[in-house]
């Protein structure tokens, strides 16, 4: 019977790093694999985590079982972050995901066992979303996230938003869009958080990049724009990214209720889905979040930690909007205006393979590019690969 499975393509970027493990090129650039990196191409631990796994390693007593909850006191932490000052914390309650996928997983199925049946997706997306959406059994109604220069399609999703109707829920990137790096303004976000209090589409929201756009605060700006003004939404965090756990699997999935006594019975129904799936989520990566949060100077670590990987993306950024009129095939300055990890280029299929094949250069086949891919060793290189390909 297992005979009868069709092969499925790989994942497109797990085929690039192989590709590019294989390229014996001393000056090879690796643009592809989401995840941050040094001046040096480092992906280190951080130095806030590692000051917490050490107390944990002296501290913890016991492995035992938590529960599909996880670590409530990482949960707990998180929140005046996700959530900030004015929070309706009486509406509020989250649980421990394996990662923001996990969180993402959680929130649409709870969404489609609370009656939803299609959710409005801004293209592209993190591939990922889809093929969740896809594996839920959720349709997807797709609109565009960004116009062709470079700045969010305000017009779309807010579109999609007047258009929805019962059983419909939008799925937003809270700040550092992947991969286009285009993000809404808060003006943008103040227009979708009024057509989303019109509209009966539930708002999902997708936080898997806070402190690596703006700032902590900044990031998480457009989220409480718009619970500030619905009864209902779902919020799926990740720490991957902005604590360097990738591979820890540190996530969280939150709801905001219309009433604080709607909670007990959602959360139920979140507990029992988490559950099924992975019973619990992994501790140890939210156990050494909790600890970093719960002590002062491991926080205050952790922010200069923030602050320094946003000070260089962004002076990644500069040089190549900088770099605009030497590739003068290109929209350069784009990049400039956008945050986060990720960025679009518009190359065609053939300068893309152009890019590997003649310059090393290893890039996403969308044209998307990994900015901390870049550092002040290669970026030059980068730039006049570009204007190779573009000329
Ligand atoms: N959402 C988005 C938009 C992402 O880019 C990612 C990571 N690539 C995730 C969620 C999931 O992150 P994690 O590694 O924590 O599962």
């Known amino acids: 019977m297992l005979h009868k499975l069709e092969p499925q393509s790989p994942d497109a970027l797990l085929a690039l790093i192989k590709l590019f493990a294989e390229d014996e090129r001393a000056d090879k650039i690796d643009l592809g694999v989401g995840v941050y990196r040094t001046d040096d191409g480092a992906t280190p631990v951080f130095r806030a985590i590692k000051q917490a796994e ?89 609109f565009p996230h960004a116009t062709p220069d470079g700045d969010a399609d305000l017009e779309a999703v807010l579109t999609a938003i007047r258009n929805g109707g019962e059983g419909d829920a939008v799925l937003l990137h809270a700040c550092c869009h992947n991969p286009t790096g285009v993000e809404y303004t808060q003006d943008q976000w103040d227009r979708i958080a009024a057509a989303l209090a019109d509209s009966p589409v539930l708002p999902i929201i997708d936080s898997a990049y806070q402190g690596l756009g703006q700032g902590l605060e900044e990031d998480a700006a457009g989220l409480r724009t718009v619970l500030a003004r619905v009864p209902e939404a779902l919020v799926a965090y990740s720490c991957d990214k902005n604590f360097g756990l990738y591979r820890d699997r540190v996530g969280a999935f939150f709801v905001q209720a219309a009433d604080g006594s709607d ?28 600890v970093v949060l719960r002590d002062e100077g491991m ?67 969308s044209g998307r590019i990994n900015i901390a891919g870049l550092t002040r060793g290669n970026v030059e290189k980068f730039i006049a690969a570009l204007a190779d390909v573009t000329a």
């Open 263 to 290: 909670l007990p019975a959602i959360m139920s129904n979140a507990n029992a889905l988490a559950r099924a799936n992975w019973s619990m989520p992994p501790d140890h990566g939210g156990a050494a979040v909790r």
């Open 299 to 365: 926080t205050r670590e952790w922010h200069d930690e923030l602050d320094s990987m946003r000070t260089r993306l962004r002076s990644v950024r500069d040089r190549l909007a900088a770099a605009d009129n030497e590739v003068p095939g290109l929209d350069l300055q784009q990049l400039g205006r956008q945050n986060g990890l990720f960025g679009m280029l518009a190359l065609t299929p053939d300068q893309i393979a152009a890019m590997r094949k003649d310059h090393a250069v290893y890039m996403a086949g």
């Open 54 to 142: 050490a107390k944990l390693l002296e501290e913890q007593d016991s492995k035992s079982y938590l529960g599909p909850e996880g670590d409530t006191d990482f949960v707990d932490a998180l929140v005046p972050y996700i959530f900030g000052a004015d929070l309706a914390a009486d509406r509020i309650a989250g649980m421990q995901t394996p990662g923001g996928t996990g969180a993402v997983r959680l929130a649409v199925a709870l969404a489609q066992k609370a009656g939803v049946t299609r959710v409005h997706l801004g293209v592209p997306s993190w591939p990922n979303h889809k093929q969740i959406l896809d594996d839920v059994g959720l349709e997807t109604v797709t």
